[in-house]
Structures are given as C-alpha cells and as structure tokens.
C-alpha cells in the first residue's frame, strides 16, 4: 500500500503500525514491513507468557517499562533529539532509542501483542502512552523508561512544555491514528526545514496532505518550497487553492502579490 491510498481510508481503518512503516518506508525504500512487524512479535514474545491481560494497568506498565526499558535498553535519545532515525520505526528498534513519539508507537503496538489495552496520547508537547485495564487508566512515559505519571507529574509536564492550557482528563484521552502519523510528519518537517533539506520536506509535505487533505498551512508552505525549487506552476497551484479555501486570512495579499510574480516568470524567461 502507497501513503496516498493508506491516507485516503477512513478514520477507523488506519493502521498505526502501517503508517509509521510507511513514513520510515520513504527514508528506506524497499523496506520490508513483514520483518518489522517480525521484530516486534519477538519483542512482544516474551510478555505473552506472563498473562499481562489479567493484570491492572500499574503492573502492566511495571513490567512494559522493566521488560523494554531496562532488559532491552530503549531510550530516549536526549544525545541527538533531531536526529531523523529517531522518527523510523524500524531505526528505532534497530538503535534502541527515539523520541517520545517513535517510542510510544513502539510501546503501544508492543504492549498490544502482549494483550495489554495501550493508546498513544499526543499530550502537549510531549507525546505519552495511555494503559486501560477495567478499573482504572495509568499514563506512562516511553521517553523516560515508561515511568507513570499522576496528575500532579501530568500537570507538571505540561508547565515544561510552555502550554497554557490547564490539565485535564480530556489531554490524556487516545489519540485518533491520523493525529499520531500527522504529528510524526510535523516533527520530520521541523528538522528537515531546519537542515534546508528542502527535497524531504517537499516530500513531507505532499504526505501531510494527503493525510489532511482539509489542511491550508500545508497547501500555503507547499507552493512556497515549489517556488523555492523552480517550479512556479505547481507553486502557484498550490497557492490558488489555498486562497480559495482562506479568501479572507490576513495573508491573502501578499499570497496573491506571489501567485502575481510566479504568473510572470514564464514570460519573463521567454524575453530572456
């Protein structure tokens, strides 16, 4: 399956597995999904014997965190946050280390093999895992050993991360799979920007889109890397739709004195 017809499905029949094989799958093409999903059989493998189903959500997260954390050596990579392996499932199980969300997504698609109810939580700023068993639910933190967190540890996390919002329940409930592929991508965005690597990010992009086709920020940031890289029709495409979903954002101006300028520059080049 390509990212575009992965993205076109419906909101319940995303796979979060898939999604983070396809976004790995760009960095290594050819990548095989089977034999990471191998991996992660073999990983779970040895949890399915200790009938981790029956037991409440703190013994779960007690022996999640002793089995991955400390017996296998995952980590959160605090030496090279930005590093983009950090962002490919199958990096990350190779390397033992990964950002907050790479290594929630591990965790979860683990802990699921071995029977335990596990979401990921795109908590502000720092993305958790969240266990359900039939009485309670237990926030976890893959980044940091998967160590529980309480509200008071929740709350605290939230201040760190510079947001204004007040803690509440409503910050810890399962995040749906289109949000969590979505904000994978944002975080490869950010460091691909930031590196210059524009040919990435422009394949970023297209896939944001495909997964958001609602988004406009994507459509506006699109047809600017287009005109960056020399492609003026595409880029004024791109900036023609998006003033056509946002007639009345503050931006719409000086978006249509580009698309004006990418308009000239065939005839300009045709003068020359």
């Known amino acids: 399956m390509d ?47 200790r009938g981790l189903g029956a037991m409440p959500a703190p013994a779960q997260a ?18 090279d946050y930005y590093d983009p392996r950090n962002s490919f499932l199958d990096e990350v199980i190779a390397r033992r280390t990964g950002i907050p969300i790479s290594l929630s997504v591990l965790y979860v698609e683990v802990a699921r093999r071995a029977g335990v109810a596990a979401s990921p939580v795109g908590f502000p700023g720092h993305f958790l ?12 933190d893959p980044f940091h050993g998967g160590g529980a967190l309480d509200e008071v540890g929740l709350a605290e996390l939230l201040r760190r991360s510079g947001s204004r919002l007040r803690y509440s329940s409503e910050l810890i409930a399962p995040t749906p799979v289109r949000q969590v592929v979505a904000r994978m991508l944002m975080n490869l965005r950010g460091i ?29 940031e699109r047809g600017l890397l ?9 880029a004024h495409a791109d900036l023609a739709r998006y003033v056509e979903s946002l007639p009345h954002a503050d931006d719409v101006p000086e978006v ?10 065939p005839a300009m080049r045709a003068q020359n």
Do not use: C
Request: no cysteine; glycine share 8%.
């Open 256 to 265: 249509k004195r580009w698309m004006e300028r990418l308009a000239a520059e």
């Open 192 to 220: 691909y920007a930031s590196r210059g690597d524009y040919s990435r990010l422009l394949l970023v992009i297209d896939r944001m889109i495909d997964l958001l086709p609602t988004a406009t920020d994507e459509l506006r």
């Open 226 to 234: 287009f005109a960056r890289l020399g492609a003026p029709g595409a």
């Open 129 to 140: 895992v969240r266990i359900d068993d039939p009485e309670r639910r237990l926030v976890v």
């Open 62 to 79: 007690r022996v999640l965190a002793d089995h991955l954390f400390v017996g296998i050596g995952f980590h959160g990579n605090d030496a």
């Open 3 to 49: 990212f575009g017809t992965y993205a076109a499905q419906s909101d319940d029949e995303l796979d979060l597995l898939e999604g983070a094989l396809l976004i790995a799958s760009d960095a290594h093409p050819g990548l095989d999904h089977r034999a990471v999903e191998g991996e992660l059989d073999a990983l779970a493998e040895p949890l399915k014997r």
